[in-house]
C-alpha cells in the first residue's frame, strides 16, 4: 500500500522553528517531485515547496522564502521541511505530496498524505 506519512507538526511561538518529516511506503521517491501544500482554514491551498528527488533542485513560495528548507534522504525515503522564522501566517495543515516526474502542481500529485498541524502563536 503506498502511503506518506506526515510528521512534525506541533504548537510553535512566532519566532521559532519545525521540522516536518514526510516518510514514503509502498514505493521508492526515485525520479519522484516530492511537494508540500499547506491550506489554512478558509483558505485555498497553497503550494509551499517541491524538490526533485534525483536533482535535489527545489523551489518555493515567495511567502516561504529564506526561512523553509526542504531537503531529501534518498536513503530513508524521507523528505524534510525545515520552517524557520514562523509567523502566524505559517498556521495550516501541511500535506506531504508526491508525483512521478517534474515538477509539483496541486492538480498533478499522484500521492497524498493525511497532513499534520502546524500553528504559530503570536
Known amino acids: 500500500e503506498v502511503q506518506l506519512q506526515a510528521s512534525g507538526g506541533g504548537l510553535v511561538q512566532a519566532g521559532g522553528s519545525l521540522r516536518l518529516s514526510c516518510a514514503a511506503s509502498?514505493?521508492?521517491?526515485?525520479?519522484?517531485?516530492v511537494g508540500w501544500f499547506r491550506q489554512a482554514p478558509g483558505k485555498e491551498r497553497e503550494g509551499v515547496s517541491c524538490?526533485?528527488?534525483?536533482?535535489?533542485?527545489?523551489y518555493y513560495a515567495d511567502s516561504v522564502k529564506g526561512r523553509f528548507t526542504t531537503s531529501i534522504d534518498n536513503a530513508k525515503n524521507t523528505v524534510f521541511l525545515q520552517m524557520n522564522s514562523l509567523e502566524p501566517a505559517d498556521t495550516a495543515v501541511y500535506y506531504c505530496?508526491?508525483?512521478?516526474?517534474?515538477?509539483?502542481?496541486?492538480?498533478?500529485?499522484?500521492?497524498w498524505g493525511k497532513g499534520t498541524l502546524v500553528t504559530v502563536s503570536s
Open positions: 505530496t508526491a508525483r512521478f516526474g517534474w515538477p509539483c502542481g496541486s492538480y498533478d500529485m499522484d500521492y
Open positions: 509502498g514505493f521508492t521517491f526515485d525520479d519522484y517531485a
Open positions: 524538490i526533485s528527488s534525483s536533482s535535489g533542485s527545489a
